[in-house]
T-cell receptor, first 116, second 110 residues
Framework: GAVVSQHPSRVICKSGTSVKIECRSLDFQATTMFWYRQFPKQSLMLMATSNEGSKATYEQGVEKDKFLINHASLTLSTLTVTSAHPEDSSFYICSAALPTGAYEQYFGPGTRLTVT | KNQVEQSPQSLIILEGKNCTLQ??????????LRWYKQDTGRGPVSLTI?????NTKSNGRYTATLDADTKQSSLHITASQLSDSASYIC?????????FGSGTRLLVRP
């Protein structure tokens, strides 16, 4: 199956700093990538949809200036959490979509962000 | 409002036993229904995808059913193993937007 990686798997940063999370599709080209956030014992919440070469589409309530998304190539999307606060601590998961058939989304392993 | 509801919220079973997880949805438009397994601290992994016309689909010891008329789905796990301990998430694809259920947390005990 298609493989999606994320880096880093865990990151701890101080309040007010920025942190970048990378999402890569390793063995396929993904024109669309998605970023999700998951709080403990809750399900995934879509933050934004990222299309290669264009601006990301953010879900209602997600600050685009705080969560910067760049999808510069067909295999890489990045999420930068700017001026992080403790309430941004969460599990961030990306997925990459294969634009065929049922439009399967393949999820990355996630990044645990802790803001101190 | 599009919703996906799962039950039970959590479940504990003994190794080797079978179990069935439920999913009810009110989503429109409907493209397909997916079941994912999510281990703690990991991303979801796809188990099955079913379109409107499919009633059942199997993946090893996992068998999913779909009743599009009643908008219900189930995931049956046969001969459970300790490694089946995870959250199982029902997801409905609504024109490429995924609507997630809150998941069932399954614990398989020896």
């Amino acid at each position: 199956g298609a493989v999606v990686s994320q880096h880093p798997s865990r990151v701890i940063c101080k309040s007010g700093t920025s942190v970048k999370i990378e999402c890569r599709s390793l063995d396929f080209q993904a024109t669309t990538m998605f970023w999700y956030r998951q709080f403990p014992k809750q399900s995934l919440m879509l933050m934004a949809t990222s299309n290669e070469g264009s601006k990301a589409t953010y879900e209602q309530g997600v600050e685009k200036d705080k969560f910067l998304i760049n999808h510069a190539s067909l295999t890489l999307s990045t999420l930068t959490v700017t001026s992080a606060h403790p309430e941004d601590s969460s599990f961030y998961i990306c997925s990459a979509a294969l634009p065929t058939g049922a439009y399967e989304q393949y999820f990355g392993p996630g990044t645990r962000l802790t803001v101190t | 409002k599009n919703q996906v509801e799962q039950s039970p919220q959590s479940l504990i079973i003994l190794e080797g036993k079978n179990c069935t997880l439920q999913c009810n949805y009110t989503v429109s438009p409907f493209s397909n229904l997916r079941w994912y397994k999510q281990d703690t601290g990991r991303g979801p992994v796809s188990l099955t995808i079913m379109t409107f016309s499919e009633n059942t689909k199997s993946n090893g010891r996992y068998t999913a059913t779909l009743d599009a008329d009643t908008k219900q789905s189930s995931l049956h796990i046969t001969a459970s193993q300790l490694s089946d301990s995870a959250s199982y998430i029902c997801v409905v694809d609504s024109s490429y937007k995924l609507i997630f259920g809150s998941g069932t947390r399954l614990l398989v005990r020896p």
